[in-house]
């Protein structure tokens, strides 16, 4: 498979120009001003193309919750959005604490072929907040543990964790929740968790990824780890810098502006390393019971694009190295950057068209959104993985 990608704005991390990307058996073998190439062409005038996204926190509930969302569905999802690799997290039915079923997904995600997958594995057994010894048998393909939905409560099981994690080189992804103190005040039972894990980072040398850090003070602390050189990295919603004072339930909650604002400055400074979706599809029936979350994958970009480089805090570039660059060196992958041999896995965008966000129109199975009506700028036109067109929302390619 061999691809051209002529006249585009050209944006990563760290390059920004007019000119081609040429893609073949998957890689990228050539970029730069007027290539030729004999081969598939799409034109890319007027259009900005990137890496594609890659999201560290998602939910496909599959297996055992497949009426909320499922690999194929999810994956479609995905590819709307711009991104070409998920990190699934492990609250599905069963709970993932197997290779069992770390193998269940990797395996139909490879027959669909829509996306790259990654399937986190749950820090304790079963999400019983105990027991590790399931961590020792974990094979290769495993690269992160999570309890996500749940925080480990036991400050010596989070130690535990942390030294098994450190051994076997896997990052432990954190929700932050103090389940004793979450009803009576949840920006302080996000606090004191992310405090409590940064002081036993300081303690193993693990690595540490804090998931949807959503308070000031969370991100302060965050800061002072960071740049005491502590193994911690950290990531942000697009609904956590983009909402305040707004009830729409999420976990954790929608904070204040103060909130935002305090977000927004880490991400200018530097100290924010991704933009995690938390994708958490839900049916309506379970919205009205009160589950949390989103469904983020496809509003993602517009959304983070609008607010953040739309909103005059940061480049272009910088927006580029935190949906792509730094969750693929995260997540030790090939992909995120666009250099000679990284994956062929891009994103063609047009900035100038404005959408409108209707959830009837989403791929997800979970219409729940706190966007419905809402408009942002940045119209994902297409997703190419491995030098194929996986979504086309628009584009002609030249089949020479």
Request: one cysteine or more; glycine letters at 10%; hydrophobic letters at 35%.
């Given at each position: 498979?061999?691809?051209?990608?002529?006249?585009?704005?050209?944006?990563?991390?760290?390059?920004?120009?007019?000119g081609?990307?040429?893609?073949?058996d998957?890689?990228?073998?050539?970029?730069?001003?007027?290539?030729?190439?004999?081969?598939?062409?799409?034109?890319?005038?007027?259009?900005?193309?990137?890496?594609?996204?890659?999201?560290?926190?998602?939910?496909?509930?599959?297996?055992?919750?497949?009426?909320?969302?499922?690999?194929?569905?999810?994956?479609?999802?995905a590819?709307?959005?711009?991104?070409?690799?998920?990190?699934?997290?492990?609250?599905?039915?069963?709970?993932?604490?197997?290779?069992?079923?770390?193998?269940?997904?990797?395996?139909?995600?490879?027959?669909?072929?829509?996306?790259?997958?990654?399937?986190?594995?749950?820090?304790?057994?079963?999400?019983?907040?105990?027991?590790l010894?399931?961590?020792d048998?974990l094979?290769?393909?495993?690269?992160?543990?999570?309890?996500?939905?749940?925080?480990?409560?036991?400050?010596?099981?989070?130690?535990?964790?942390?030294?098994?994690?450190?051994?076997?080189?896997?990052?432990?992804?954190?929700?932050?929740?103090?389940?004793?103190?979450?009803?009576?005040?949840?920006?302080?039972?996000?606090?004191?968790?992310?405090?409590?894990?940064?002081?036993?980072?300081?303690?193993?040398?693990?690595?540490?990824?804090?998931?949807?850090?959503?308070?000031?003070?969370?991100i302060?602390?965050?800061v002072?780890?960071?740049?005491?050189?502590?193994?911690?990295?950290?990531?942000?919603?697009?609904?956590?810098?983009?909402?305040?004072?707004?009830?729409y339930?999420?976990?954790?909650?929608?904070?204040?502006?103060?909130?935002?604002?305090?977000?927004?400055?880490?991400?200018k400074?530097?100290?924010?390393?991704?933009?995690?979706?938390?994708?958490?599809?839900?049916?309506?029936?379970?919205?009205?019971?009160?589950?949390?979350?989103?469904?983020?994958?496809?509003?993602?970009?517009?959304?983070?694009?609008?607010?953040?480089?739309?909103?005059?805090?940061?480049?272009l570039?910088?927006?580029?190295?935190?949906?792509?660059?730094?969750?693929?060196?995260?997540?030790?992958?090939?992909?995120?950057?666009?250099?000679?041999?990284?994956?062929?896995?891009?994103?063609?965008?047009?900035?100038?068209?404005?959408?409108?966000?209707?959830?009837?129109?989403?791929?997800?199975?979970?219409?729940?959104?706190?966007?419905?009506?809402?408009?942002?700028?940045?119209e994902?036109?297409?997703?190419?993985?491995?030098?194929?067109?996986?979504?086309?929302?628009?584009?002609?390619?030249?089949?020479?």
């Open positions: 498979m061999k691809l051209l990608l002529k006249g585009a704005k050209v944006i990563d991390y760290n390059k920004e120009f007019k081609d990307i040429y893609i073949e998957g890689k990228i073998l050539d970029f730069g001003p007027d290539l030729n190439y004999d081969c598939e062409i799409i034109n890319c005038n007027g259009l900005v193309v990137m890496p594609s996204f890659i999201d560290l926190h998602t939910h496909f509930r599959d297996p055992g919750f497949t009426y909320k969302e499922d690999l194929y569905t999810g994956s479609k999802a590819l709307k959005g711009g991104y070409t690799f998920v990190n699934l997290m492990a609250n599905t039915n069963p709970i993932c604490s197997s290779m069992e079923v770390v193998n269940y997904v990797l395996e139909k995600s490879k027959e669909l072929d829509l996306i790259d997958i990654h399937q986190t594995v749950s820090i304790t057994k079963d999400f019983d907040g105990k027991t010894e399931h961590i048998s094979g290769k393909e495993v690269r992160f543990l999570s309890d996500d939905g749940k925080g480990v409560q036991e400050s010596v099981v989070m130690y535990r964790a942390l030294k098994k994690a450190k051994e076997k080189n896997l990052t432990i992804i954190a929700h932050e929740e103090d389940e004793g103190i979450v009803g009576v005040d949840s920006r302080l039972s996000e606090n004191i968790m992310i405090f409590r894990d940064i002081e036993l980072v300081r303690g193993t040398r693990a690595k540490l990824h804090l998931a949807h850090v959503s308070t000031k003070q969370a302060e602390g965050i002072k780890g960071k740049e005491e050189g502590l193994p911690i990295t950290c990531e942000v919603t697009p609904h956590h810098i983009s909402l305040y004072d707004n009830s339930k999420v976990n954790p909650p929608i904070r204040k502006k103060e909130d935002v604002s305090a977000l927004i400055e880490a991400i400074a530097g100290y924010v390393d991704a933009i995690g979706t938390d994708h958490a599809p839900h049916s309506v029936e379970d919205k009205k019971n009160g589950a949390c979350g989103i469904s983020g994958l496809e509003t993602a970009f517009s959304i983070s694009y609008t607010t953040l480089v739309r909103g005059g805090h940061i480049s570039n910088k927006l580029s190295e935190i949906m792509s660059a730094n969750p693929g060196e995260i997540a030790d992958i090939n992909k995120g950057r666009i250099e000679v041999g990284y994956d062929g896995d891009l994103v063609l965008l047009d900035l100038n068209k404005e959408v409108k966000i209707n959830s009837k129109n989403f791929v997800s199975k979970g219409k729940n959104t706190p966007f419905n009506g809402e408009k942002y700028w940045g994902i036109i297409a997703t190419i993985k491995s030098g194929k067109v996986k979504y086309n929302g628009g584009i002609e390619v030249d089949y020479r």
